[in-house]
């Protein structure tokens, strides 16, 4: 199986943080998912960003959504555990505060008396294991101050089109993969994520959805930027959304 069974250790392989950094520039559907990404962020943060405020990045990797944040508040703080993303961090953004820690079973932040206005955490919930997102989730709130918002997504709806066809072409070309080749795939309901955010005390308060149009592989060599403007015209479609691939939550503790 190509899957880590505790998603702490699942980016910590020696040169994983390159390839991923690249994949962002590299794959058309990445690069386009960030770009409408950062213009959802600076919209969220319009109206949910104090002046200056502090914000958080938990599991911010190699520093994608760091970088756009130090354009939103010179406060800004990333979390992450693994040194293969981190490298890629420190050697990118030198200035920017890199907290490397198991927040779940380190809370360096808290003992510190830490909270911040915002918190953001992008392609964590979805792959980790159901343990980890409550475990996140319970670490996360205390950290967030009383009106703060907490922004998180989930590339993995489970009623997308785009997962389902990924995940039944997948299964089949697994019936002919080796054990080891076999790939997992990964799908998150709206409602089950929902639940795991009330349970920690988060409620959504607005939800942000793109990629309508069925994409089966966010690797595809494919240019996909044809698709744009269908997905302009699909993501004002509320009965669409249900069939999007990212999700955006804003959420407010309860
Ligand atoms: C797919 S990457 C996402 C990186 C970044 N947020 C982004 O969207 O580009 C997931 C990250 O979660 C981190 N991670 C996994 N478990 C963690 C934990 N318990 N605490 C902090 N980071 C964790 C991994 O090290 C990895 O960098």
Redesign the pocket.
């Known amino acids: 199986m190509n899957v880590a069974s505790d ?2 250790d ?3 392989a020696v040169g994983k943080g390159k390839v ?1 950094h690249s994949s962002f520039s590299q794959y058309s559907w990445r690069r386009i998912m960030w770009e409408w990404e950062q213009r959802t962020l600076v919209e969220i943060f319009e109206e949910k960003l104090p002046k200056d405020g502090t914000i958080m ?6 520093g ?2 760091l970088n756009f944040l130090q354009t939103q508040s010179p406060n800004v703080t990333g ?4 040194d293969s ?1 981190l490298e890629v961090t420190r050697k990118n953004l030198p200035n920017i505060e890199i907290v490397q820690a ?3 079973r380190d809370n360096v932040l808290k003992e510190a008396n830490r909270q911040f206005d915002v918190i953001t ?4 919930f979805l792959k ?1 294991q159901n343990e ?1 997102r409550i475990e ?1 989730l319970d670490t996360l709130h205390p950290l967030l101050k009383e009106h703060g918002t907490f922004v998180v997504n989930n590339h993995g709806p489970a009623m997308s089109l785009g997962v389902l066809l990924e995940i039944f072409y997948g299964r089949l070309k697994n019936l002919i993969r080796t054990p080891e080749k076999k790939v997992t795939f990964y799908r998150m309901s709206h409602k089950h994520f929902k639940k795991l955010l009330n349970n920690a005390g988060f409620e959504i308060e607005t939800t942000y959805h793109r990629s309508v149009f069925p994409i089966m592989n966010e690797k595809t060599p494919r240019d996909v930027s044809k698709f744009e403007k269908f997905e302009n015209w699909c993501s004002t479609k509320k009965f669409l959304r249900p069939l999007a691939r990212n999700v955006v939550y804003v959420c407010k503790k309860k």
Do not use: P
């Open positions: 998603y702490r699942s980016h910590t991923y990045d938990f599991a911010c990797g190699t994608r959504i979390v992450d555990i693994s993303m198991d927040l779940t955490s992008f392609r964590f980790a980890l996140v």
